[in-house]
């Protein structure tokens, strides 16, 4: 009698259990944890400001006038300086801004109808405009605006200084290497007003036209 007992509450136990067993297979297995997402690399932001100094090679023409006649000489030198600016970018790859710069200039001497003239650019620069295409991390863009430079011309014992203002129009090509440091190169030609340059009673009109190639290294702010 006790082992029928014992087998009746065994089989009462089993029958009690076996529900939680189900109960048990039926439970959702947990989801695998999901890797997270690598950083997709985003394309760099030419909007902010900016400063770099550059390097160049300039060439073009002096014209020279006093009242003995006119002399033209080619003029060419190395030449380097400072440059600033602001970038906006407008659409996804077009990029607009404005930039200054400011340069030093060459020299030459001349002689018109005996009278021996140098002419000398002390500083010159511009203010222009650009606008450009983003390939990322590459601008190319145009560039136009103003130009004005400082002259000097010595002659007939003495010297007088006068402002050329004139315009520029150039391209360029410029890199992001990081996210602030820059390299470009370009070229502007430059085209100034004639003025002219009195000394003891005599005079002399001076110009300066021609073109220049720098290449430059800039902070992005």
Do not use: C
């Not at 340069?103 to 222009?128: D, H, I, M, W």
């Not at 007088?160 to 502007?188: K, P």
């Amino acid at each position: 009698m006790t082992r029928v007992i014992a087998a009746l509450l065994a089989g009462s136990t089993l029958a009690l259990a076996a529900p939680a067993y189900a109960a048990d297979l039926n439970e959702p297995i947990p989801a695998a944890p999901v890797a997270e997402a690598e950083p997709v690399a985003t394309a760099f932001d030419w909007t902010g400001a900016y400063v770099g100094a550059n390097v160049g090679y300039g060439w073009g023409e002096y014209d020279v006038r006093t009242a003995g006649g006119k002399s033209s000489k080619d003029a060419s030198g190395f030449t380097g300086g400072l440059y600033a600016g602001y970038n906006y970018t407008v659409a996804p790859n077009v990029v607009v801004g404005a930039e200054i710069d400011a340069q030093l200039g060459p020299s030459e001497s001349f002689n018109v109808n005996g009278t021996g003239v140098k002419t000398s650019t002390l500083y010159y620069g511009t203010a222009r405009g650009r606008v450009g295409y983003a390939f990322d991390s590459f601008l190319v863009y145009g560039t136009a605006g103003l130009a004005y430079g400082a002259g000097e011309a010595k002659f007939n014992g003495g010297s007088d200084d006068n402002l050329h203002v004139g315009w520029t129009a150039g391209a360029g090509i410029e890199a992001a290497l990081t996210q602030n440091i820059t390299a470009r190169a370009e070229y502007l030609y430059v085209d100034t007003s004639e003025e002219t340059y009195h000394v003891n009673g005599q005079s002399a009109k001076a110009d300066l036209d021609g073109s220049l190639v720098r290449f430059g290294l800039g902070y992005k702010f």
